[in-house]
């Protein structure tokens, strides 16, 4: 386990040199991740699909594990929040993205959001909004 949050780590950092801080950032995009579970890559790609780096994470080739996204969804999840001053601090414009993606590149999850005054850590932003809301208009209207 500590071997992999240290490829993470190296991951998330190998970002961070590709986007170093600036004052004044000019990137515009959102980091889009992509995980294979039968080669154990650990890549990461721009808006336009370029790839901007990749590890292999050696616990991750072959895994058959039925909660296997879910546990790298965590442990990334865990591995960026332990980097949150690295990942602020990416020479990209707020706010942007740590997206999650299936290898056929549809999103699935929202890892972080990285913005000046929010940063969003799960799926939900705020729980029973929705449904606070649509009580909210049955009761306004009659």
């Known amino acids: ?14 970002i961070a040199q590709k986007f170093p801080a600036t004052d004044e950032p000019t990137t515009m995009t959102d ?9 154990g890559d650990l890549m990461a790609f721009d808006d336009e699909g370029n ?13 058959t594990e039925d909660n296997f996204n879910e546990n790298v969804t965590a442990l990334l999840r865990s591995e960026t929040l332990a ?10 414009m707020k706010p ?7 290898e ?4 699935t999850t929202e ?5 000046d005054d ?7 932003l705020l729980p029973g909004l929705e449904e606070d809301l649509d009580e909210f208009i049955k009761n306004l209207i009659p």
């Open 31 to 39: 980091i889009h991740v992509r995980v294979s579970q039968s080669s």
């Open 118 to 124: 929010t940063i969003i850590l799960s799926d939900e």
């Open 111 to 115: 890892l972080y959001l990285a913005d």
């Open 51 to 63: 790839e901007i780096t990749r590890c292999v994470v050696e616990k991750w080739i072959d895994n």
């Open 104 to 107: 056929d590149e549809d999103a």
């Open 1 to 14: 386990m500590e071997q992999t949050k240290q490829q993470i780590e190296r991951f998330l950092k190998k």
């Open 96 to 102: 942007f993205s740590l997206v999650l993606e299936e």
């Open 83 to 92: 980097l949150k001053d690295i990942v602020d601090n990416w020479g990209i």
